[in-house]
């Protein structure tokens, strides 16, 4: 996916009889992308995507808490035994 300045300087690459070979060797793309840019008669409208909820988005604070209270403990050390107990401790509390 090119980005709108690319897509905007396809077509005035074209519009200056530039030829698709000669525009697709300037921006580095393949001549078929340049074809089907130069087909479409608008610029392309992009969306921002949701982010993605994680699983563990309602353990975060908890979380976050724990584990700088382990790397003040520990002197910025957190060992596998810390995660273990972090992972026993949400299952605890969400009950799996």
């Known amino acids: 996916m090119l980005t709108l300045e690319q897509a905007v300087t396809i077509q005035i690459?074209?519009?200056?009889?530039?030829?698709?070979k000669a525009i697709?060797?300037?921006l580095g793309?393949?001549?078929n992308t340049v074809r089907k840019y130069?087909?479409?008669n608008t610029t392309p409208q992009y969306?921002?995507?949701q982010p993605r909820i994680s699983i563990l988005d309602p353990y975060k604070p908890?979380?976050?808490?724990?584990?700088?209270?382990?790397?003040?403990?520990?002197?910025?050390?957190?060992s596998c035994s810390n995660q273990?107990?972090?992972r026993l401790d949400?299952?605890?509390?969400?009950?799996?």
């Open 62 to 78: 908890y979380l976050l808490h724990r584990v700088n209270a382990a790397l003040i403990l520990n002197g910025f050390l957190l």
């Open 38 to 40: 130069l087909r479409q």
């Open 29 to 31: 793309v393949s001549r």
């Open 24 to 26: 697709s060797r300037e």
């Open 47 to 49: 969306q921002r995507i």
């Open 84 to 86: 273990e107990i972090l």
């Open 90 to 96: 949400i299952q605890e509390r969400s009950g799996s």
């Open 13 to 20: 690459l074209h519009q200056q009889c530039k030829s698709i």
